[in-house]
């Protein structure tokens, strides 16, 4: 509840003004102002302290107010309440004594807020305002009996008068006693019949306050009594929080049955579904009834994840024939299915129609980005990659993405130098951020920077000594430089034991071997790292171990299917130049 100078956040959410601009509703009645040359009550000094009382009352009004002000801009709330109490006997704008009746009761200071209440009245407050300043007043000074009965005559109210309960039990400092105070005016048998939105929302207030008993219990009555489609699906939410998936699933199917084209309870049961393992089930409940963007979005997101390549050309196909309009607004989504569908330029084409300001725009230039590469327009790829950094410098997030896909792009081309610096410019605005640290270090290992690619892997263990990816980059590294084998047998050792059947770690162990002399064990666990994965530094290093132990004519052989699968791999190329290709 703290601010600046420019207001205090009131009950009805509005800021409350600086002093001059309430002088527009000053009042020629004269103000007490004998307490104006008192010192506030707490640091740092008032300077309108000093001052002599003022000789006008819209004068004394004035400093009052600046005195309010002054309290306000440094967080001195109960000094802030005074003043504005001052403020408002010498004004007779109702706005300035409701204000100040929300400060006296934020700060719990009842006689002052009693004083407020009073002169507000006086200046023609509404009767529903007085009512919920008042129950406000006893929730904040921690009066139940009170609080019951100030509550009980708000509701009786009507709506507004419900609406005004619940704000007021929402922002209370007291959760347990807003939490009674709710279970004693919102019953069943006391909560308007025809209002089940109103059900529902003192349902989930009940479990905001810690009540989760009451918000079941009401939820429960809230679905016998009028069956909404929001009723089962806050029910079956809260089951699911409770752990009851069973009685979530029951509570959704029965929502269904009553409610079958309801978006928000299909999105919700083809979740279910889909985190169930049933899939198919769960696209082919969101493929009928009405569609909207989370429709289609969810069944993106189902279909690739469940690897279902006739759902995405299914949704594809819907998506590109709505009209234009609605089309457009789908255009990043568009692109997404695209990509997994294997068209990067149709991708690419849905990419370009996302418009810059749309909540997808950064993203959708940086698929642009990524796709330009893939296709092999490197230079435009990279001309827009230096654009987006360029433009996104005063976003820390979006700097970072740039950035990040700066260095990506310098890394495919092998222009190493290039990947570590867009990298120290991803890490300006993080310096530990441990992924960005890493992937620095793997850079600086490929440009031939060994110190500095160990200080980064290093630290990364420093701080997440369990990252198995960073004890397999610093052990191989340490073997590949011939350094400290001793240390990156430790460490491959045990990232090896994290995961056995992962095809890098296999080669950083079997090219330990292959540094240690070990040529037979390291060609057995090569050929496996070569099993799980084909690459072509795998397979030079399959290639080196088999010439060491002196087959020369399977080392030829692997190392031409490696070659094949990358001609421009420097290991390979470096091997082939010594045995000849």
Partial sequence: MRTGAIGFKLRHGLALPIACAL????????????DLDAPPAAPPAQPLARLAAPATPQAA???????????????DLPAAARAYARAAQASRNPELAERALDLAIAVRDAPLAQQALARWQALGAPALGVRQARASLALAVGARAAAMTAFTQLTQQGEPGWKAALRALASARDADLAGAVLEHIATPQRLPAHAGTLWLACSQLGAQLGRRHYARTLAAAAVRHGGS???????????????????????????????????????????????????VAALRLLDTGPQNHDTYALR?????????????????????????AQRDREAYLLGQLAELLGQPRAALHWYAAVPADAEHGFAADIRRAVLLDQI???????????????????????????????AELAQRARDYPRAIAAYNRALLFDPDAWDLVYARGVAA????????????????????????????????????ADRDLPEAKTLLARALAARPDDAAINDSWGWLQYRLGDYAAAVTVLRKAWHLQASAEIGAHLAHALLASGARAQARQILDAAWRIDPHSRSVQALRGQIGS
């Avoid at 002088?23 to 004998?34: D, E, F, N």
């Avoid at 279909?303 to 009209?323: C, F, N």
């Fill in 23 to 34: 002088l527009s509703a000053c009042a020629s009645t004269a103000p007490r102002t004998a």
């Fill in 61 to 75: 009004l004035m400093a009052a107010a600046m005195q309010g002000d002054f309290a306000l801009a440094h967080n």
């Fill in 229 to 279: 489609a929001a009723a089962y699906l806050w029910q079956a939410q809260l089951q699911q929080a409770d752990g009851d998936r069973a009685g979530a699933d029951a509570s959704l199917q029965t929502g269904l049955r009553r409610h079958p084209r309801d978006i928000p309870l299909r999105l919700v049961r083809a979740a279910h579904l889909a985190d169930g393992g049933a899939s």
């Fill in 300 to 324: 993106a997101a189902i279909a690739a994840r469940a690897r279902q390549q006739p759902a995405l050309r299914t949704l594809y196909a819907e998506l590109a024939r709505l009209p234009a």
């Fill in 376 to 406: 092999g327009q490197t230079a435009s790829a990279r001309a827009l990659a230096d654009e987006l950094a360029e433009e996104s410098f005063e976003d820390p997030r979006h700097y970072r993405q740039a950035s990040v896909l700066q």
């Fill in 445 to 480: 290992a490929e440009a031939g920077q060994t110190d500095a690619a160990l200080r980064d892997f290093h630290r990364v263990l420093a701080a997440q000594p369990d990252n198995v990816d960073a004890m397999n980059a610093l052990g191989f590294t340490l073997a590949d």
